[in-house]
């Protein structure tokens, strides 16, 4: 599919990440007024609760853009979003009959504010990047035993806390946890020391579901894709995590980026999970090409300085689709809410600099990486901002993520003071 032109000149580079090909949805404010959902066209956003009000858009018979989540509109079924999707095509598609009445809907992306796009219903964390499972499993239990037994054959996961996921632009605390270093007899409660990112991407369900559903169903039940960063607590992880795994670790904040971009605009890169050892079991059976080809990279700034690049990878480097994920997270019979946000699990290519984690880029604090200001680092420092960003590259067009952003603040000198 070539780039589809739209009336919004911004929307028409090949390298701009929101051409009409894209149409991401995202909840956004002005100056202080209400949040409300639109979607982005070039360097603009179109205001959907307006364009609702004045009958621009349809898609109930009670307006569902006027709130700041995109829940309602998930809630009402996959019929609703592929219209949804057909009439905002119209809308702003080159030559529309529409522009006119659309025009006064546009407002400025430079001038908005960027929200939360949905109400996390519950929040579910993966493994199920098979580089970065393989690099912390050596780092941890030798080569011979990096994969658990269960790794090729079930997506690895827990339970995190939808009260923990937070929007792109959100201040990270760094946070203070109980930890115990090798050679100390006893633990202590100190600031983390070994704070950390996660480069992941975010499967949004849409459609609820209660029982065990196919890898298919599941397919179809995933609304759209966030970028993710998982912040990672990692000296307080390793003391933590055996035997039910990490809790506080990973309970600071999880970021994910403002726009969710929908199934349709990713469907023409789709791409083959990789090759296995093992076939699945039949009820997590591949059901066509299940990942897609999305440029991933993460950049670290120190405070007040340039950016470096840590790491380049790539979303088709999972072992196991978001489908997958969720169909296994349904076996037991867990009910599934729209709004639930699944975890990619770290997602780290073969070579060193396709790494999605300092845990992996220092091999453990061991190897100081360089940054381009000439300073080193193993772990987050105080002050550093992390960038994710993504971007599938189509035949003259490209469907970006925008960006996913966080600052590391200072722990609090005493996190009971009060
Ligand atoms: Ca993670």
């Known amino acids: 599919m070539p780039l589809l032109k739209s009336w919004v000149a911004s929307a028409n580079n090949a390298d701009h990440p929101f051409p009409l090909n894209n149409l991401p949805y995202g909840v956004f404010s002005t100056n202080g007024t209400e949040e409300r959902c639109g979607v982005a066209i070039g360097d603009s956003i179109l205001d959907l609760a307006a364009a609702e009000e004045a ?70 964390d993966f493994y199920a990047g098979r580089n970065h499972a393989f690099n912390v499993g050596t780092m941890f239990r030798g080569p011979e035993n990096a994969l658990p037994p269960n790794w090729l054959h079930i997506p690895i996961g827990y339970n995190g806390r939808a009260s923990s996921v937070v929007v792109s632009g959100t201040d990270i605390r760094r946070p203070w946890g109980q930890l115990k270093s090798p050679d100390q007899e006893l633990p202590a409660f100190l600031p983390c020391r070994r704070f950390d990112l996660e480069l992941e991407m ?57 726009w969710i971009i929908t199934k349709p605009a990713l469907e023409p890169f789709r791409t083959d999970t990789p090759a296995r050892e093992f076939e699945l079991l039949d009820h997590l059976k591949d059901c066509g090409p299940m990942l897609y080809d999305i440029d991933l990279a993460v950049t670290l700034a120190p405070e007040g300085k340039d950016a470096t690049t840590l790491a380049k990878t790539n979303y088709k480097e999972m072992y196991y689709s978001a489908a997958q994920q969720l169909a296994h997270h349904t076996t037991s019979g867990c009910p599934m809410n729209v709004g639930d946000l699944l975890g990619s699990g770290t997602i780290s290519g073969a070579t060193k600099p396709e790494r999605g984690s300092l845990l992996e880029l220092s091999w453990g604090g061991k190897e100081p990486i360089s940054l381009d200001t000439g300073e080193t680092r193993t772990f987050l420092e105080d002050g550093d901002t992390l960038t994710l960003t993504g971007a599938a590259k189509g035949d003259g067009y490209t469907i970006g993520f925008g960006t996913c952003t966080g600052t590391v603040l200072p722990a609090l000198k005493d996190p009971y003071a009060r």
């Open 55 to 124: 009958g621009l858009v349809t898609v109930c018979d009670i307006p569902v853009f006027d709130v700041p989540y995109w829940n309602d509109l998930m809630d009402l079924g996959s019929e609703a979003w592929d219209a949804l999707r057909a009439r905002l095509t119209e809308i702003l598609a080159e030559g529309s009959a529409d522009q006119a009445a659309a025009e006064p809907f546009l407002v400025p992306m430079a001038e908005a504010t960027l929200h939360m796009p949905i109400v996390v219903s519950e929040y579910t």
């Open 202 to 258: 975010g499967a949004i369900v849409g459609t609820a579901s209660d029982g065990p559903i196919t890898v298919q169903e599941a397919d179809d039940n995933i609304f759209g894709y966030v970028l993710l960063n998982d912040w990672s607590a990692r000296d307080i992880q390793a003391w933590e995590y055996q035997p039910l795994g990490p809790f506080q670790a990973k309970a600071t904040a999880t970021s994910i980026s403002p």
